[in-house]
């Protein structure tokens, strides 16, 4: 059993930056990858950014690259999102995943064992 605790979120003006850090309690397997998704009320849950825990390699949204960077320190077990240039867009809801690597990303479905955390509230203002 893996439990994620998000933190970090809060209000910034348009072209300032966050620090989202993930706490990981349990065991986060090699073969595991850990990432970021979003959700806006009324819309759909999206995929921001995902690291490979063992390697270490990284995937993001489109809309993200080049702003946001996703790190993770596997002797903490923790993830971090640090987010630049914040745009109103990005103001969301935060949700730290983690679960079995699928080609870089976090694998979710039926008979998954893959985990989220209660998410952290990212406003940011025009």
């Known amino acids: 059993q893996v439990q994620l605790v998000e933190s970090g979120g809060g209000l910034v003006q348009a072209g300032g930056s966050l620090r989202l850090s993930c706490a990981a309690s349990g065991t986060i397997y090699s073969s595991f990858a850990m990432g970021w998704a979003r959700q806006i009320p009324g819309k759909e849950r999206e995929f921001v950014a995902a690291?490979?825990?063992?390697?270490?390699?990284?995937k993001y949204r489109d809309s993200v690259k080049g702003r946001f960077t996703i790190s993770r320190d596997r002797a903490k077990n923790m993830v971090y999102l640090e987010m630049s240039s914040l745009k109103p867009e990005d103001t969301a809801v935060y949700y730290c995943n983690a679960g079995p690597d699928c080609e870089g990303y976090v694998c979710h479905g039926e008979g998954i064992y893959s985990y989220w955390g209660q998410g952290t509230q990212v406003t940011v203002s025009s």
């Open positions: 690291i490979r825990w063992s390697g270490g390699s990284t």
